[in-house]
Structure formats: C-alpha cells, structure tokens
C-alpha cells in the first residue's frame, strides 16, 4: 500500500497551505478513544495557526491520492499554546531548549505499515537539525484505567513510545479542554508528558 502513497513536508508558513485538510483528519482520528473529541473546523484552524505563525515548525503528511490519510506535526516548544508551555516553566526547565511534538495520527486503513515510526523520525530529524534543542517531548490525554468508552482490548502507545526512547514524566502535567462526543460544552482532560534526550 506504501507504494501508493505520497508525502509532503511543510514548514513556517507554508504549513497554513495544508490547514483544511488537517483539521479535517485531526477531527476524524481523535473521535476515537481516548481522545473522544467532538471537534469543529472552525476551532481546528483557529489552533493551527501557530504552525503558521512558527519560523521553526513543521508538518509532514501522507496522502492518498488527494486524501490526507496522516500527519504529524512539531515546533519550538516556546511557540506552543500557554497550557503546554506551563509545566516545563513550572518547573524550571529551559524552554527554549525543548522542542514539542504535535500530534501523530493516521486513518485506521493506514495503520500497521510502519509509519507512526516515520512520523517519529521525521520529527526527530527536524529537531536535531537546528542543533541547539535538548529534550524532544510530547503529551497524551490520560483517561485512567476505568473509562466508560474504553474498547475492549484497547492497548495504549505506552510501549510503543518506551522503544522510541520517550520516558513518562509524572512530574510534568498539564489540563487541555475540548468537548468530548456528543457534548457542546468543553470539560478538562489531565494531559502527561514524554521526553527524550536530543542525542
């Protein structure tokens, strides 16, 4: 199938260029668990801007024909929203030394054909090419153990992040707010971090 497929890299402001189609799959793939997102296009482009507004961002996406079926994105963690940037200035770590990976998502159909490790080395190579980044994190929604929507024979990115080389810190946690499925009201979810050493 890989064979079929294309892919795009985009940085600063020419990611602006694929914003429709990135709302459009970030709100497809985070319907699922744990995400459960109740998502709005007009809300997706408000928050993609600061792709846009970064010197030093960068999206890379797979397409399938004229279909984005994955993307992933990542910036200077001091261009990221206040929420995301909070805990590592809490606790005195030096922000612009940490670069901030977005999200990684693919359609279902996608899934399997190694790239969620493209995704990674991508992302990986971006930040190491400036030379200056220490810590590469990321942070995921943490809906506990006992959630009421959770699949049977739901398995977390957990050990899949653990081979990457990523390290849980329960130190550095965060709260985002969207709605969830079915709601109209945003409510916070508890977010956790993963970091790893720019080598």
């Not at 801007?49 to 970064?54: D, G, L, N, R, T």
């Not at 990542?74 to 261009?79: A, F, K």
């Given at each position: 199938m890989t064979d079929k497929l294309t892919f795009i890299t985009r940085t600063g402001a020419e990611t602006a260029?694929?914003?429709?189609?990135?709302?459009?799959?970030?709100?497809?793939?985070?319907?699922?668990?744990?995400?459960?997102?109740?998502?709005?296009?007009?809300?997706?482009?408000?928050?993609?801007?600061?792709?846009?507004?970064?010197?030093?961002?960068?999206?890379?996406?797979?397409?399938?024909?004229?279909?984005?079926?994955?993307?992933?994105?990542?910036?200077?963690?001091?261009?990221?929203?206040?929420?995301?940037?909070?805990?590592?200035e809490e606790a005195g770590l030096v922000v612009n030394s940490i670069f901030y990976f977005g999200e990684s998502i693919l359609l279902p159909a996608y899934r399997g054909l190694g790239l969620g490790h493209r995704f990674f080395d991508e992302r990986e190579a971006h930040a190491r090419s400036f030379g200056t980044y220490k810590l590469m994190c990321f942070c995921s929604v943490d809906r506990g153990e006992n959630h009421p929507q959770k699949p049977f024979g739901y398995r977390s990115n957990d050990i899949f992040w653990q081979k990457r080389g990523y390290t849980e810190a329960p130190d550095l946690r965060a709260a985002m707010d969207w709605p969830d499925i079915g709601e109209t009201e945003s409510s916070s979810k508890p977010m956790v971090f993963w970091i790893k050493t720019i080598d």
């Open positions: 260029s694929v914003f429709e189609d990135l709302a459009k799959l970030r709100i497809a793939v985070f319907k699922s668990y744990p995400y459960l997102y109740e998502g709005s296009a007009t809300y997706e482009m408000e928050y993609l801007k600061i792709y846009a507004e970064s010197e030093k961002s960068m999206l890379f996406a797979v397409y399938d024909g004229s279909e984005m079926v994955g993307a992933t994105t990542c910036i200077p963690l001091t261009d990221e929203t206040p929420e995301v940037l909070r805990p590592f």
